[in-house]
Nanobody
Framework: QVQLVESGGGLVQAGGSLRLSCAASVLTLSSYAMGWFRQAPGKEREFVAAISWGVGKTYYADSVKGRFTISRDNAKSTVYLQMNSLKPEDTAVYYC?????????????????WGQGTQVNVSS
């Protein structure tokens, strides 16, 4: 069983930055595709970014491309989401997810393990 714990959420003004972290209870983080998803009130959970297992190819939703960056530190078993130029529409609960030997799929159902989420609020 893989446990994922997100941190780093909070309140920020539009145009500001936050870095989310996801600590994974795994020995070999590079064996997992890791994804970030978000869910705003009344909306479905949506894909934000992912990094594939192995070489770590990255993928982004069009809405965050150029503003968000996903990365991982295998030694710390931690995945990060650097969020810059934040907009009010980025307000949501952000979830980290893991997919063993995954390719970085953007589908919610592709991921086997999920964290509890961290709230991000962006004020205008």
């Amino acid at each position: 069983q893989v446990q994922l714990v997100e941190s780093g959420g909070g309140l920020v003004q539009a145009g500001g930055s936050l870095r989310l972290s996801c600590a994974a209870s795994v020995l070999t983080l590079s064996s997992y595709a890791m994804g970030w998803f978000r869910q705003a009130p009344g909306k479905e959970r949506e894909f934000v970014a992912a990094i594939s297992w192995g070489v770590g190819k990255t993928y982004y939703a069009d809405s965050v491309k150029g503003r968000f960056t996903i990365s991982r530190d295998n030694a710390k078993s931690t995945v990060y989401l650097q969020m810059n130029s934040l907009k009010p529409e980025d307000t949501a609960v952000y979830y980290c997810a893991a997919d063993p030997y995954g390719l970085g799929n953007n589908a919610v159902h592709s991921y086997d393990y999920w964290g509890q989420g961290t709230q991000v609020n962006v004020s205008s």
